[in-house]
């Protein structure tokens, strides 16, 4: 009798010990869904805001062509190519939007590094967050010597900046006209 019992013991022991071990497998690969599932919905939040400042841009700036820049290739968002009425492909402004938690200094050098590669004069920095030394007030934060605009996420600055990028490049290119008119 003492024989069986130890058996059984045995028997349930195992059991025991192999729920344990199914039940801590199953917590771990639950972690990690749940850590999949969780940087899923960062990546399609930040591709959710790159689309849709690439609408805003396309209904905003029809005469202008807005490049989209591939998933998973090295570089910013979007870049928007400036056409006036008679003349098309005027400058370039290399565009990048960020959704996350804390502003990074960094990803205004990533920004310029990616504007150098492309020959890129103007970059503008979209994000939900400001770099902390940006006066509220302003609305704007310029860079690398006003080469990189950082800007809150918010339609009205995004086409008042913009606006105000596209003018100065037409009118820059309206005045060289004039000075190489020969006379």
Request: proline content about 2%; aromatic content about 4%; some cysteine.
């Amino acid at each position: 009798k003492s024989v069986i019992e130890d058996k059984i013991r045995e028997v349930e022991r195992k059991k025991d010990k192999e729920s344990e071990i199914d039940k801590r497998r199953l917590l771990t690969r639950i972690a990690e869904m749940e850590k999949i599932a969780k940087q899923k919905s960062v990546e399609v939040q930040g591709e959710v805001q790159e689309e849709l400042i690439q609408d805003f841009l396309r209904d905003k700036f029809p005469d202008d062509d807005v490049e989209e820049i591939k998933k998973g290739a090295k570089g910013g968002d979007c870049i928007l190519t400036i056409n006036s009425k008679d003349k098309t492909n005027i400058a370039r402004i290399y565009i990048e939007s960020k959704d996350r938690g804390t502003f990074q200094e960094e990803w205004t050098n990533k920004l310029l590094n990616d504007m150098k590669k492309k020959n890129i004069s103007y970059g503008i920095l979209i994000s939900t967050t400001l770099p902390k030394n940006m006066e509220k007030n302003i609305g704007f934060s310029a860079k690398h010597g006003g080469k990189i605009i950082v800007i809150p996420m918010d339609y009205r600055i995004i086409h008042l900046m913009i606006s105000s990028i596209r003018s100065r490049l037409i009118q820059s290119l309206n005045q060289n006209k004039e000075i190489d008119v020969p006379r």
